[in-house]
């Protein structure tokens, strides 16, 4: 099938004397992940039109070919494919579920391109081509259960590891309960539950879970629900009439854009871990913040630029083109290899306030932890944090017993 290129940045800069270099934007504008990906297509185009701003990379303005595999993880591999085959394209940035990046894998072998994928996964996985700008599950999942297992975070007994059902989810509550079990938790005290993409009605498994409590209502409920399906999990919450502070949600996939499309009320009180919140009040993030309003209202005037949400994922994706962008710099070419060999070591200064930086034995990087507790206002107020960003644990010992 023709490659349907949706969205090309509009280079605006007068005099450019060199072809541009373009670059893969593969995300799901359609279907049950377009909620969480839309926004990460937004922010890599006006990353992408900041860089054009200040003169391009390597004197050459950079063209953002945008595709939409549709929530269809075949198509991943195919439009991953035409990119880097077809379209004289080196680099992608792009993804968000572990199915849609390990579809990725065997176009990046077939044609020697890079993946700079930015969002949270389960781990397990150190790819030669792929640069991990998410959390590791020792910067996001063991964080938020060791504060679960805490005073302050309820000491919580019991847990119930809810998540949709492919590899990110189970591969993640393997690593949790293991976690948990070495923590003194009993095999008993801990439930799985698994629902499709898409899921609409979470009030079997909540029933399920207020009835593995017993007499004791007090269990922490962590979730790797993905997509829209997490609209579906708030309100079930809220017509179960069940309690935040005896059943907290903590989630690994429910940011600031995913809350918009949330009833407050029904968040209202629950968790999230992450590497980056909006509401943090360093500089750098209020510069990030009005720079994307900006952008959207000069883009996309359909949307309210005024109410627009960052997240997570989207502080993930700003960072990865500007590392992507340091490396090309510094190799004087975009071809992937010499790239790569660059990367190593790499440091920018974050929206979140703190120096990332780019480990070069495993492709991931040195992230902060914050974990949020999701207020009336569709916003997370910042309730924990780590002293310093924390080193990626590619490979986690807690994997196996």
């Known amino acids: 099938m023709r490659l349907f290129i949706l969205l090309f940045t509009l280079i605006s800069q007068p005099g450019w004397a060199l072809e541009p270099i373009r670059v893969g934007i593969l995300h799901s504008l359609t279907g049950t992940m377009a909620q969480s990906e839309t926004p990460l297509k937004n922010v890599a185009l006006m990353t992408i039109d900041q860089i054009n701003a200040q003169g391009g990379v390597l004197g050459r303005p950079l063209e953002g070919v945008v595709v939409d595999p549709g929530s269809d993880w075949d198509r991943y591999t195919e439009l991953a494919d035409e990119l880097l085959s077809k379209e004289g394209i080196d680099v992608l940035f792009g993804c968000w579920t572990s199915v849609s990046r390990k579809a990725t894998i065997p176009a990046l072998e077939r044609n020697g391109g890079l993946l700079f994928y930015p969002v949270q996964y389960e781990g397990e996985e150190r790819h030669p081509q792929i640069f991990y700008m998410g959390a590791a599950p020792n910067q996001q999942a063991i964080p938020a259960a060791e504060y679960l297992l805490r005073p302050s975070g309820g000491s919580f007994t019991q847990f119930a590891l809810l998540g949709t059902d492919y590899i990110y989810p189970r591969t993640s509550n393997t690593i949790l309960r293991n976690f948990l079990l070495s923590r003194g938790i009993h095999p008993d005290d801990i439930i799985e539950i698994y629902t499709p993409f898409g899921h609409a009605d979470f009030s079997a498994e909540l029933s399920q ?181 924390l080193k990626a644990s590619a490979f986690s010992s807690y994997m196996r017993p």
């Open 209 to 389: 879970i207020r009835d593995f409590a017993g007499q004791n209502p007090h269990v922490a409920i962590i979730s790797t629900v993905n997509g829209d399906a997490n609209n579906a999990l708030y309100s079930s919450f809220q017509n179960a009439v069940m309690s935040a502070e005896n059943f907290p949600i903590i989630a690994f996939s429910v940011g600031e854009t995913e809350l918009q499309s949330v009833e407050p009320q029904a968040a209202a009180g629950h968790l999230a871990s992450w590497n980056y919140f909006m509401a943090l009040k360093s500089k750098s993030n209020i510069a990030f913040i009005d720079q994307y309003r900006s952008w959207l209202s000069s883009n996309m005037p359909h949307i309210d630029a005024k109410t627009a949400v960052v997240n997570d994922p989207m502080e993930a994706t700003y960072i990865g083109i500007h590392l992507w962008r340091q490396a090309v710099e510094l190799a004087g070419t975009t071809d992937p290899l010499s790239v790569k060999e660059r990367m190593g070591n790499l440091r920018f200064h974050a929206p979140s306030g703190y120096e990332i930086r780019v480990d070069p034995k495993n492709h991931h990087l040195y992230k902060p932890v914050f974990l949020g507790r999701a207020n009336t206002s569709g916003q997370f107020d910042i309730i924990w944090r780590s002293p310093s960003p």
